[in-house]
T-cell receptor, first 119, second 106 residues
Framework: DTEVTQTPKHLVMGMTNKKSLKCEQH?????MYWYKQKAKKPPELMFV???????INESVPSRFSPECPNSSLLNLHLHALQPEDSALYLC??????????????????FGEGSRLTVL | GQNIDQPTEMTATEGAIVQINCTYQ??????LFWYQQHAGEAPTFLSY????GLEEKGRFSSFLSRSKGYSYLLLKELQMKDSASYLC???????FGAGTRLTVKP
């Protein structure tokens, strides 16, 4: 299984709503990532989890709250978002260096993304 | 930290060869990735270089020079479906460069 599964694929929410994006992988990867991507821009790193601990937070506003309940799951909790937060949110996973097998590259495996619209 | 530079846009003709460059500055180097991303889709892995030289994979090849902080992706026999964004990233914290949007014309 080399899939990263993201749900929902599409989400429309108001500025006062609370919602969550979910990501799941069963490749045994111990690093998981959230990226935000606006149209015609590259994916922008938001958060990195390594061994279920937050290792990188790219100064993301607190209205985005990540959570990694176990090694297979990554959530992004959304609260009081702004219209400019509308974007494609991509989840990815990779093996961590000290667990790479011979021939592993440590590449990112991406989910298909959750397209978020904030009204 | 790291800094990655790529041209933002390139145009090429079907059947031709195109080279997309990537320069990087990083405090530690463990390898460089190239990804392809079609509009509205997730990025997909193309290649990985950790040693100097050329890695060939079908119509796509990737080159690395660690001493120069430089890589390129070479696409041969271009097809219309190669129109996409091409992203380079240094292995580690996985931030992408700005990406190069390639348009292949008939």
């Amino acid at each position: 299984d080399t899939e990263v599964t993201q749900t929902p694929k599409h989400l429309v929410m108001g500025m006062t709503n609370k919602k969550s994006l979910k990501c799941e992988q069963h490749m045994g990867h111990r690093a998981m990532y959230w990226y935000k991507q606006k149209a015609k821009k590259p994916p922008e790193l938001m958060f990195v989890y390594s061994y279920e601990k937050l290792s990188i937070n790219e100064s993301v506003p607190s209205r985005f709250s990540p959570e990694c309940p176990n090694s297979s799951l990554l959530n992004l909790h959304l609260h009081a978002l702004q219209p400019e937060d509308s974007a494609l949110y991509l989840c990815a996973s990779s093996q961590v260096r000290d667990r790479e097998q011979v021939g592993d590259t440590g590449e990112l495996f991406f989910g298909e993304g959750s397209r978020l619209t904030v009204l | 930290g790291q800094n990655i530079d790529q041209p933002t846009e390139m145009t090429a003709t079907e059947g031709a060869i195109v080279q997309i460059n990537c320069t990087y500055q990083t405090s530690g180097f463990n390898g460089l990735f190239w990804y392809q991303q079609h509009a509205g889709e997730a990025p997909t892995f193309l290649s990985y270089n950790v040693l100097d030289g050329l890695e060939e994979k079908g119509r796509f090849s990737s080159f690395l020079s660690r001493s120069k902080g430089y890589s390129y992706l070479l696409l041969k026999e271009l097809q219309m479906k190669d129109s996409a964004s091409y992203l380079c990233a240094v292995k580690g914290d996985m931030r992408f460069g700005a990406g190069t949007r390639l348009t292949v014309k008939p």
